[in-house]
């Protein structure tokens, strides 16, 4: 089994406040933080758990028009994934930087260096379809632990009673398979799944698809753990989001109900 834990997932918006409104009445969940630090890239956020998983969504700073976060909106053709952010043992992470290097791999930045934890952002040019990022935070031995990106007290905002996690991220690319055995090749896990490319981490799965809404190569979809699938659906109807048996669309997002 793997070590690597998909603990967080990252959007990017152009409206931030109306993607809140949309998870909170699809999902029946609660914002647990808003990180002041990314105000230095032009960027404000929030981020919701989703079990002992997180939501974030990013959206560029009104006034802000030059930013990370706006950049890949424009590339995107709007709205959509953004960041795949896995945690892995403090005992591990100087072996996956060695990695990275060792291949040649560029950082974007490397956020939250503390003694309770340290991550790093790996560059899309090098490892395409998404910004991975890989990042150690202590209490990793439980489930529910503490992650440096979702503040003090996270637990306080878990709400369970229609969603419980994040079971998988799909990321679209004209060559599915070259892209899979990529992000198998930096993570030092296999590719599996036959005609679906997947890489199986502790629990979720990342997949590789053909390209298949008309927009460029990215993160385009989610696998969505929920415990009340019929409110889930009745609430994404009553707030436009339904766009199919068991699919959801928030943030230019495919969003999966299993």
Known sequence: MSEIRMRQICLVAHDLDRIQRQCESVFGVEVCYRDPGVGKYGLHNFLIPFGDQFLETVSPQPGEHDTPGGRYLK??????????????????????????????IRLVSEPGRSERGMGMQLHPKDVPGAIPELRWNVDEERPDGSWWP????????????????????????????????????????????????TI????????????????????????????????????AEAAGCLAGDDLVTICGMRLRLV
Do not use: H
């Open 75 to 104: 590339r995107r053709g709007g709205d959509g994934g953004y960041m795949v952010i896995m945690q892995v043992p403090q005992g591990s992470y100087a072996g996956y930087q060695q990695r990275v290097a060792d291949l040649g």
């Open 150 to 197: 979702a503040g003090e007290d996270w637990q306080r905002a878990k709400r369970t009673e229609i969603v419980d996690g994040i079971r998988a991220a799909e990321i679209q690319t004209a060559d599915p398979a070259a892209l899979a055995a990529r992000w198998g090749e930096v993570l030092d896990e296999p590719v599996g799944g036959g005609d679906v490319p």
């Open 200 to 235: 199986a981490l502790r629990d979720a799965e990342i997949r590789f698809v053909p390209l298949r809404d008309g927009r460029p190569e990215g993160l385009g979809g989610l696998d969505i753990g929920v415990t009340d699938r019929a409110r889930a659906l009745a609430n």
